[in-house]
């Protein structure tokens, strides 16, 4: 298990697993730049897929737990679905969790909110997400959007059987929000229409959890032109990552995220190609 400090606050990282996606997922690949970005970031490059680990976040302060993301859920791909064996080994009971700040709503990340059965695994927690993405997952028009028994409408019906015991005690977050002392949801908007950060500051110290600014370190950190087939926004999503390498290559803010590599935190570094990831 993965501990870090900001000040007081702790934070646990709970592997979910990983998975292997397709390099089709970024509609800008091209397999030159795709190996040599690889290469510069000491990754494998296999010509047909990319590593894409996720995991969520647990922090403790002061008494409290909250949650920022909530793993895959159940079936996600063949090496998921350590989520909650990640949460009972480090020592968080389910009913002891207070808040939910979900990075965005994505099946990846809230698939574990809700048991099989449409109950809140987190009977006393408050779920918390960037305003604009309740909306989207469960607004009539995008979801007629997509096509009846394709992989998407699918998404949005393990969003919704997720997230829904929450619906009388959730809050849209705009703008920058401190949601709890030192912690602070900030609108990175593109991948989805909510999509935020999480930002730690405690004791002189910060670090931010950087949801989905990227799924592939080995290509996108490289490549920050790069977006994912399932961005809502991909022109936002995009002007949101290159601005965030750029403000994080210049201020030194540490940085964790669901797909980012283990162990992190790690630095944004500019780089022959684009930005690395850099240990701290
Ligand atoms: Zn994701």
């Known amino acids: 298990m993965m501990h870090y400090r900001v000040g007081d606050i702790e934070v646990i990282t709970l592997v979910d697993g990983h ?55 159940d079936g996600y791909a063949d090496t998921t679905g350590a989520y909650l064996d990640s949460l009972a ?9 207070t808040r939910l700040a979900m990075t965005h709503l994505h099946v990846d ?30 607004g009539d028009a995008p979801y007629a959007a997509t096509r009846t028994g394709g992989r998407e409408r699918a998404s949005f019906d ?6 829904r015991p929450y619906a009388d005690r959730r809050h849209d977050v705009a703008g920058e929000t401190e949601i709890a002392p030192g912690i602070t949801m900030l609108p990175l908007p593109g991948h989805t229409p909510g999509h935020s950060g999480i930002r730690l500051s405690d004791g002189g110290e910060t670090l931010l959890i950087w949801g989905d600014t990227i799924h592939a370190a080995a290509f996108q950190m490289a490549e920050p032109d790069w977006g994912v087939l399932f961005d809502v926004d991909r022109a936002a999503a995009r002007a949101t990552r290159k601005r965030l390498f750029e403000q994080l290559a210049n201020d030194g803010t540490p940085i964790l995220g669901p797909h980012v590599p283990r162990p992190g935190p790690w630095r944004v570094e500019r780089a022959p190609i684009g930005y690395r990831l850099a240990p701290l």
Request: hydrophobic residues 45%; proline residues 6%; glycine residues 12%.
């Open 19 to 73: 998975g292997r996606a397709p390099n089709a997922l970024f509609p800008d690949y091209e397999a030159d730049r795709a190996a040599a970005a690889a290469r510069q970031a000491g990754e494998d490059y296999d010509g047909e897929t990319v590593e894409v680990p996720i995991h969520g976040f647990a922090l403790r302060h002061g008494g409290e737990i909250t949650l920022v993301d909530a793993g895959a859920p």
């Open 158 to 163: 393990l969003t919704r059987h997720a997230c």
């Open 89 to 97: 080994a480090a020592g968080i009971d389910p009913a002891g969790v």
């Open 109 to 138: 990340h809230v698939g574990q909110m809700a048991d099989a059965a449409g109950k809140a695994r987190f009977p006393n927690a408050e779920l918390f997400s960037g305003a604009g993405d309740w909306d989207h997952f469960f």
